[in-house]
């Protein structure tokens, strides 16, 4: 990723951060709305339930006055203390006594005509009965709700039972237990309405909102538009907004603080490679059977202006990604003959091994690099091994393309940190490597009984039969370095040796490490490891 990659992927993070949390904001907002208005329409039932249940048991008192005076034979003082009752009852409308369902007389008077109780009770608690409709009690019941115990009725106006005061537009109806509706305070929707008083339920759909409640004798509901529920959104939008925006504003500094991060590092890698700032370290390559030092792996090391060193893992990773990767590498190259171009011609049994990218083997471009940088050196091509992850063969038939140019040029191929990727036996054997390099993970799982352990063996054996030389990475003990050459490893690196070294202490240290074995003598005993990371 370059800079106007890095700006336009900020940009866009940027927008998204600004804008996410809004809508976030508004969501949330929406959704409470809609919890917010359902538990208000919850209450309302709950509320309409009680008035129901207040009006009834007024009623209720109001039949217990009269039976318990005993006026069941509609004489003058009867029907007046009736009247007395009716006005003194809150809700009552008429009381009325009937004679084996025959009305004799109610509040206002003796009955002349011959009407009938009529209608299917509906059973209340403690013993009441319930009609939905007065019917002949009297004139003016009709459309009313009839209380009865016995012989004896209290009358209600249905929407008495409904008249609870609301602050929001909305609904309210109740209906029996068993949903016969009784009393709605306007038009609702009769499906909606048989599902509210069939259960308790709490809910939205396209146009309404809406919850409902059961009670001992009743079912009651409330509905209202879902434009009230805009109306909450709006309220909950002035809570939520102020969140969004602080949200919105804390993420866009985040974007541009990573931003700046990332540019500041690209830009100092940049001037990193202007100026040359990178440095090989070399890792000592042990040959396992003599403890002789063969070699060296160039690591590369960004030293910093304030003493400290970057390790590679915290900059390749960045400069592969940004696109800088080919010039490091044409660094490190540069860096490596002009150190070891001397030594290398003075001991041929000598080899360096240079590590590359997926985006070098890509582009070939190494290549050219590399021959131009051993011109007028005598070192010979064979002494520059070429590492390559199981990374840079993802792209199977460029990489075979520029691995078989730099093998014909003579350099050897190692496949690096082997057993970490997912290259197949067949794509191996078609490839121009030679040297096997085992990743430490496999190393360290030697004489341990991780499932990795078993896999070692297997790696092993794969590279003896695909006539595969090895370097096992990262050995960090003497038990793991006497598996290794019993198993037939031939080669080894790891801190039981060195760490990598600056090139004067890694010459310093081939020269200590071969001088008992060229004088014919014993070679440095293993685990002398020296020297810096
Ligand atoms: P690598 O090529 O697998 O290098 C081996 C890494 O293991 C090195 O880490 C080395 O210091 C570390 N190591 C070796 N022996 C031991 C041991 O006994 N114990 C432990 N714990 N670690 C050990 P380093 O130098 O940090 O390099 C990390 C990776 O960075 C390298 O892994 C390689 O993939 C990459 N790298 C290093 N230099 C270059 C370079 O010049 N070009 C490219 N493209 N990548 C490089
Ligand atoms: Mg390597
Ligand atoms: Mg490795």
Not at 107 to 124: F, N, T
Not at 449 to 467: D, F, G, Q, R, Y
């Amino acid at each position: 990723m370059r800079r106007n990659s890095v700006l336009a992927v900020a940009f866009g993070l940027a927008i998204c951060a600004g804008v996410l949390p809004l809508l976030a904001a508004y969501y949330i907002s929406r959704e409470r709305a809609f919890v917010l208005e359902r538990r208000h329409l919850a209450d309302y039932a709950e509320w309409t339930l009680q008035r129901a249940d207040l009006n009834i048991s007024r009623a209720r008192t109001a039949l217990e006055t009269v039976m318990s005076e005993q006026r069941e034979t509609c004489s003058a003082a009867d029907i007046t203390r009736l009247q007395e009752i009716t006005t003194a009852t809150l809700s009552v409308e008429e009381i009325a006594i009937t004679n084996g369902g025959r009305v004799i007389c109610n509040s206002w008077g003796p009955m002349r005509d011959e009407e009938h109780v009529s209608g299917e009770p509906i059973p209340l608690s403690d013993g009441y009965m319930l009609r939905l409709n007065g019917g002949g009690l009297s004139d003016p019941s009709q459309g009313m709700l009839v209380v009865s115990h016995g012989e004896f009725h209290a009358l209600l106006k249905r929407e008495r039972l409904v008249d609870v005061l609301h602050d929001t537009p909305m609904l309210l109806g109740i209906a029996s237990l068993s949903g016969q509706p009784i009393m709605v305070s306007g038009d609702a929707d009769p499906a909606l309405v048989s599902r509210l008083v069939s259960q308790q339920v709490s809910g939205f759909n396209e146009s309404e909102v809406f919850s409902s409640r059961r009670g001992k004798d009743f079912a009651a509901f409330a509905i209202s538009s879902r434009s009230v529920v805009d109306w909450r959104t709006d309220g909950q939008l002035w809570k939520m907004i102020p969140i969004g925006i602080g949200v919105s504003l804390a993420l866009i500094a985040l974007v541009v603080w990573i931003s700046r991060q990332r540019l500041s590092l690209a830009g100092e890698l940049m001037t990193g490679i202007r100026r040359k700032e990178f440095v090989a370290h070399y890792q000592p390559i042990i040959e396992l059977s003599t403890g002789r030092c063969v070699g060296a792996e160039a690591l590369i090391r960004w030293p910093r202006p304030d003493g400290s060193t970057v390790r590679p893992d915290h900059f390749i990773p960045f400069a592969e990604d940004h696109g800088m990767i080919g010039q490091i590498t044409e660094l490190v190259i540069g860096n490596v003959i002009a150190n070891m171009k001397t030594a290398l011609v003075e001991h041929r049994d000598m080899h360096i091994a240079i590590n590359l990218s997926p985006e070098d083997v890509e582009s070939g471009h190494f290549l050219t690099v590399v021959s131009d940088a051993l011109k007028h050196t005598g070192v010979e091509t064979s002494q520059i091994w070429l590492e390559v992850t199981e990374r840079g063969f993802i792209h199977a038939d460029i990489a075979r393309a520029t691995l078989t140019k730099a093998r014909d040029a003579g350099h050897v191929i190692a496949i690096d940190d082997f057993g970490t990727g997912y290259s197949s036996l067949s794509l191996l054997e078609s490839l121009p490597v030679s040297v096997l390099k085992i990743d430490k993970s496999f190393v360290d799982a030697i004489g341990q009984n991780a499932a990795t352990s078993l896999v070692t063996p297997h790696i092993i054996e794969m590279a003896h039969s695909l006539k595969l030389e090895m370097v096992a990475e990262g050995i960090e003990t003497v038990e793991q370095e006497a598996i290794l050459v019993q198993s037939g490893v031939q080669y080894g690196q790891g801190w039981l040796y060195s760490k990598a070294l600056p090139f004067d202490e890694f010459m310093a240290f081939y020269k200590k490490r071969n001088a008992g074995l060229e004088d014919g003598g014993a070679a440095v005993p293993v685990g002398a490891a020296s020297g810096n990371v």
